[in-house]
């Protein structure tokens, strides 16, 4: 009994570790603020901002090549504030006809780089949209975004 005990622990202790999800590519952050209201996504949830139409709104976002060595070659960073039908739905693959503001950036990423932007843009009209920052030119596809409820 103790020889398969100790045969026990000797291969517990030489078991490797359950391996680690491999790391993102990018750490992604989306910032969408309204007057004093102000919603985060770092890609991991897709928070709703509600506010009252003729409120001007501010965007910032930011994308960081979180690997160590390699540099990542025309990525694609694009942004898009696009009408939606409901709070949640998934996003379209193109923006559609009432886009509201789109750009896009196209950028070599060296390891640890990264690329911002801040900008305002004018109220939009009461409906749902979604404001969305994704890397295109990647895989998989990074994105992090935020529903905005323009109420009247």
């Given amino acids: 009994m103790f020889a398969s005990l100790l045969a026990s ?8 570790p359950p391996p680690r999800p491999p790391q993102d590519l990018f750490a992604l952050q989306l910032s969408v ?14 928070p709703v901002l509600r506010i009252k139409s003729g409120t001007r709104l501010r965007v910032r ?16 960073l694009h942004v898009v504030v696009d009408k939606e039908n409901a709070i949640g739905q998934a996003a379209a693959g193109k923006p559609g006809a009432d886009v509201v503001y789109e750009s896009a950036l196209v950028m070599d990423f060296v390891p640890q780089a990264k690329s911002s932007g801040d900008f305002t843009i004018e109220p939009p009209a009461a409906g749902t949209y979604l404001v969305r920052v994704e890397t295109l030119g990647t895989t998989p596809v990074h994105a992090a975004s935020i529903d905005l409820q323009v109420n009247p």
């Fill in 9 to 16: 622990i000797l291969f517990l202790s030489q078991a490797q």
């Fill in 61 to 76: 976002w930011s994308a960081v090549n979180q690997q160590k060595s390699g540099t990542l070659r025309d990525v694609t």
């Fill in 33 to 46: 603020q309204a007057g004093a209201d102000q919603q985060i996504s770092t890609g991991t949830a897709r």
